[in-house]
């Protein structure tokens, strides 16, 4: 059998009919840049968010970057971000000079660990940007509260987490000043091609969106800031269009598997329901915790990445290669250790949760359209490694 990471194809196929039609009505309109695909694209993710403003624009890289641009960070302004992330979050703070100002993880949830970030404010701390890893929000009410006690702006990266919310029922991206989304294939909602959106529901920092996606002219060639290009497609547009109605099903079908791999690592005896965060001789594998549950909401955690912990994590995957199952390390290496972040003067050590979590995490196959067949196959495989 095989069971790769991510087969994008099921969910082409299953919308093929009306895809194709999006591609050709834009073909035929020959108008590819914003307009009237991107305007309508805007309104129904503004509707689906519960948000004042979105736009669309070229990445999640670009998404981070406008926010950042918009809030005015400056070369030598200190920004706070998890170390354990996507390369992106810290990689538009260290572009605009800014000083990315690295926190440990929480050990249950990888997010940002609210209690890191307090201690790290100086007077040149500008924002924070907790990022919503593998589709599991942030605990965004102490980090909100910490932002209002020292005006601190928030950015919210969401880029994993289109349709997560927090404990408030709140859509993760519109808790903070600027919620950041992509739209990259392989994300939980993607495009035919790069594609992201930025939210907000302040009508200032919207202005300032909307025209640093566009170089900053307003009128157009009258330029009061420096923008950018951060245009997203009409294609790119027309494609979202078609694909959102069916992003929460999606969604509760990506929370489907996760339960059912969970159930099934825990029969087996190789994990406990508790959300452990440390090996011991029973729990041979540290299992994923949706730690905002309840009854009356949904969506707390997306599974945009269904992540494990195990001992002998290379071996694993190479076990696991063999028998054409496909997975993947988000991340192997905290910001902290990249070599082009050396001039930050981080040892090992410094951030032990983060490093904990890289050199024992693998993330398993967990795209809607996989069968309980294919999951049982890949926790049989791992039963066999570990025994
Ligand atoms: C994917 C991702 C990004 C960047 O998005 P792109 O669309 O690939 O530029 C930023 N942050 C996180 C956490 C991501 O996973």
Request: net charge negative; aromatic share 10%; charged share 20%.
């Amino acid at each position: 059998m095989k069971v790769p990471l991510l087969d994008l194809k099921p969910q082409y196929n299953s919308l093929k009919l009306e895809l194709d039609e999006a591609l050709l009505r834009v073909a035929e309109s020959q108008y590819f840049i914003l307009g009237p695909e991107v305007d309508k694209m805007e309104k129904e993710f503004c509707n689906f968010l519960g948000s004042k403003y979105a736009y669309g624009v070229s990445s999640g890289t670009d998404a981070l970057l406008l926010a950042l641009m918009a809030i005015d960070i400056n070369p030598g302004d200190e920004v706070i971000l998890p170390t354990y992330s996507f390369f992106a979050t810290a990689g538009v703070v260290a572009r605009l000079n800014a000083v990315p100002v690295l926190t440990d993880c929480d050990p249950v949830t990888f997010n940002i660990d609210p209690n890191d970030i307090e201690k790290r404010i100086t007077k040149k701390t500008k924002a924070i940007i907790p990022v919503h890893l593998y589709g599991q929000s942030a605990d965004m009410d102490p980090i909100m509260e910490i932002a209002q006690k020292h005006n601190l702006y928030v950015i919210e990266d969401a880029a994993q987490a289109i349709s997560t919310q927090y404990k408030n029922g709140k859509s993760v991206g519109t808790i903070g000043h600027i919620g950041c989304y992509s739209f990259f294939p392989s994300k939980n909602l993607g495009c035919f091609g790069d594609g992201g959106l930025v939210t907000t529901n302040d009508d200032e920092l919207a202005y300032k969106l909307k025209i640093m996606r566009v170089h900053g002219g307003d009128p157009k060639y009258y330029h009061k800031v420096i923008g950018g290009n951060f245009r997203i497609d009409a294609l790119q547009a027309a494609v979202l269009s078609v694909k959102l109605p069916h992003l929460n099903s999606w969604s509760q079908k990506r929370r489907n598997n996760a339960e059912l791999y969970s159930k099934l690592f825990i029969e087996k005896g190789l994990a406990s329901a508790e959300g452990m965060t440390q090996f011991n001789d029973i729990e041979k594998i540290l299992l994923p915790k949706a730690v905002y549950e309840s009854d009356t909401l949904q969506n707390f955690h997306i599974y945009n990445q269904y992540v494990v912990r195990v001992k002998h994590r290379d071996e694993l995957r190479a076990f696991l290669t063999d028998k054409s199952i496909g997975t993947e390390i988000y991340y192997p290496i905290p910001f902290h250790l990249q070599e082009c972040f050396n001039y930050l003067g981080h040892n090992k050590n410094d951030f032990p949760v983060s490093e904990f979590c890289a050199d024992t995490s693998v993330a398993l196959p967990i795209y809607p359209e996989l069968s309980g067949e294919q999951i049982n196959y890949v926790v049989d495989s791992i039963e066999e490694f570990l025994s």
